[in-house]
């Protein structure tokens, strides 16, 4: 009895285990550098829309809070979010798109909107992130550069780690062979001082499309992060809505 419970354990464990994806191996002289970012750019492209709910939390240096949100998400240009306080107080709306921003702060019953090429947008975000990057967040990803190739390539602890470098200066990423997810970056200045640094772990797998559970972004230089959590995401759900209201009573600032 006790031999078949174990073997039971075991094939219970085996089958938790995620499937490397064929093709890879650990190992830099199996799996090209070429090769392995192309299977992660086609994994992440199997992304084109996210209906989920988590909580979201940040830290600067002139406040830190958290939050649990609604969001939904049409790559690569549409994204809507709903904010939630302790019991369920409604904190506010932000909606994303190429051309414009609206957020809405319904403690304060304000709004501001723009284009979100414009320091608006930034300096009503804690953090200092670009059109590209909030995306990124929102979809639990770390998309590797595009069009350029690694000046290192190598392994370590169970990880690909791909070193690029541009214009002085340089970004590693950490690329873990069976989700085929960033599990870390790092973005150095010409200076070798760190920029930008991030963190993922976990991951939500629905019919071969996955997304990292939870996301880090920290800036060390400015003492600021944003951590984001999923705790459901339906994947590539269809009739998504991106309607949200804004109360007529609504004051504009202009930040």
């Not at 549409?78 to 609206?102: K, M, Q, Y």
């Not at 709004?111 to 414009?118: E, K, T």
């Not at 190598?154 to 002085?168: K, M, P």
């Not at 760190?194 to 400015?222: K, N, W, Y």
């Amino acid at each position: 009895m006790r031999r078949f419970l174990f073997s039971v354990s075991f094939l219970m464990l085996f089958a938790s285990c995620a499937q490397r994806p064929a093709g890879v191996m650990l190992d830099t002289t199996k799996t090209s550098a070429a090769d392995l970012t192309a299977m992660t750019r086609a994994a992440d492209a199997k992304i084109r829309t996210l209906d989920g709910r988590g909580n979201i939390s940040f830290e600067t240096p002139e406040m830190s809070g958290s939050a649990s949100f609604t969001l939904t998400v049409k790559k690569p240009d549409s994204l809507l979010v709903h904010l939630e306080g302790p019991f369920g107080i409604n904190v506010g709306t932000f909606f994303l798109s190429r051309d414009r921003f609206v957020m809405y702060n319904s403690m304060q019953n304000t709004v501001a909107s723009g284009s979100p090429d414009s320091p608006s947008l930034r300096s009503l975000i804690p953090v200092d992130l670009t059109y590209d990057q909030i995306f990124e967040v929102f979809t639990g990803s770390i998309p590797l550069p595009d069009h350029q190739v690694p000046k290192d390539y190598a392994t370590d602890e169970g990880l690909f780690v791909l070193r690029y470098e541009s214009q002085g200066s340089s970004s590693a990423y950490w690329l873990d062979p069976d989700e085929l997810l960033v599990r870390r970056f790092q973005m150095k200045d010409p200076s070798g001082g760190v920029i930008l640094e991030g963190t993922s772990s976990g991951s939500i797998d629905q019919d071969g499309v996955r997304i990292a559970r939870r996301l880090s972004l920290t800036m060390p230089r400015d003492g600021r992060r944003i951590s984001l959590a999923f705790s459901r995401a339906d994947l590539n759900a269809d009739d998504l809505s991106f309607q949200y209201t804004v109360p007529a009573s609504a004051r504009t600032i202009h930040p």
